[in-house]
């Protein structure tokens, strides 16, 4: 695997469900960023970590929980998700928080 | 009240010739901007970026201005090629917050062979 990968790429998930979004970085980079681009708004950042410290918590709701257990893994963890969170979810990673950011392929979040 | 804004959600032009994508922001702080382009189901890569020290950044077939006074920035890409149809966003960030992009709503370029 090369780049920046994100699993799955499709979610389903009822309003009482939990699920984890994954995002691995092959890049060696020190910096992974959460977006989400709902439809016809421009990408949003929602959490930004350097060497695994959360750096930036742009104001998202506490039903989305991040986690970094290391430089190139990501998680977001989902719970009692509303259907407003239906969006397409990002990941990226840069080597340091100042360098070109890196975008994986995105997981399309549906929430019923 | 988005900061970055492209008011042309699509854009059509003929094999060959010149695309030219705008972008405005309203901030005055930033000093970064960069262009990614997106294929559907796929994440956007990065393009090219300018600094606000420059007025102009070249790179192959890409060319980006940033007009600071008019707070405009566009990109052109010559000759185009129907490889290039794809979503293009412009992003900005502020001096020492450069990990914090923010982005436009994105063009759809579709270059017709």
């Known amino acids: 695997e090369t780049g920046v990968t994100q699993t799955p790429r499709h979610l389903v998930m009822g309003m009482t469900n939990k699920k984890s979004l994954k995002c691995e970085q092959h890049?060696?980079?020190?910096?992974m960023y959460w977006y989400k681009q709902s439809a016809k708004k421009p990408l949003e950042l929602m959490f930004v970590?350097?060497?695994?410290?959360?750096?930036e918590n742009n104001s998202v709701p506490s039903r989305f929980s991040p986690e970094c257990p290391n430089s190139s893994h990501l998680f977001l963890h989902l719970h009692t998700l509303q259907p407003e969170d239906s969006a397409l979810y990002l990941c990226?990673?840069?080597?340091?928080?100042?360098?070109?950011?890196?975008f994986g392929p995105g997981t399309r979040l549906t929430v019923l | 009240d988005q900061q970055v804004k492209q008011n042309s959600p699509s854009l059509s032009v003929q094999e060959g010739r010149i695309s030219i994508l705008n972008c405005d922001y309203t901030?005055?702080?930033?000093?970064?901007f960069l262009w990614y382009k997106k294929y559907p189901a796929e994440g956007p890569t990065f393009l090219i970026s300018?600094?606000?020290?420059?007025d102009k950044n070249e790179d192959g077939r890409f060319t980006v201005f940033l007009n600071k006074s008019a707070k405009h920035l566009s990109l052109h890409i010559v000759p185009s090629q129907p490889g290039d149809s794809a979503v293009y966003f412009c992003?900005?960030?502020?001096?020492?917050?450069?990990?914090?992009?923010?982005f436009g709503t994105g063009t759809l370029l579709a270059v017709q062979p």
């Open positions: 300018i600094s606000s020290i420059k």
């Open positions: 992003a900005a960030s502020v001096a020492g917050a450069t990990n914090k992009l923010i």
């Open positions: 970590y350097s060497l695994e410290e959360r750096v």
């Open positions: 901030n005055s702080m930033f000093d970064y």
């Open positions: 890049l060696g980079h020190n910096a």
């Open positions: 990226a990673s840069s080597q340091e928080l100042t360098d070109t950011q890196y």
